[in-house]
């Protein structure tokens, strides 16, 4: 069964810095990307960063040049080191994981989701 333990998140002062931290364990395949989305009150979930087992990576616009994702492939472990935190990267943060089933076939695992909150 495929768990993803997330840790990190909590609440910081504007301009303040966190690190968001993801565990994967449970399966035999391996992971073709990852991710980190966040979902705001009454919004909907929205990408935030993610990187593939090639090492590609895409931001969300808005977080571009302040959160950084990087991963240990040794230890199916992925992380978002958060900087410049701003009032509106308050939501709670998920992490993802695409493992690739076959060829052909791929499935998302997500984790249970870390409050975020930036005070102003």
């Known amino acids: 069964q495929v768990q993803l333990v997330e840790s990190g998140g909590g609440l910081v002062q504007t301009g303040g810095s966190l690190r968001l931290s993801c565990a994967a364990s449970?399966?035999?395949?391996?992971?073709?990307?990852m991710g980190w989305y966040r979902q705001a009150p009454g919004k909907q979930r929205e990408l935030v960063a993610r990187?593939?087992?090639?090492?590609?990576?895409n931001y969300a616009d808005s977080v571009k040049g302040r959160f950084t994702i990087s991963r240990d492939n040794a230890k199916n472990t992925w992380y978002l080191q958060m900087n410049s935190l701003k009032p509106e990267d308050t939501a709670v943060y998920y992490c993802?994981?695409?493992?690739?089933?076959?060829?052909?076939?791929?499935?998302?695992?997500w984790g249970q989701g870390t409050q975020v909150t930036v005070s102003s």
């Open positions: 449970g399966s035999r395949f391996s992971i073709n990307a």
């Open positions: 993802n994981a695409q493992y690739r089933i076959t060829l052909g076939t791929t499935r998302d695992y």
């Open positions: 990187i593939t087992s090639g090492g590609g990576t």
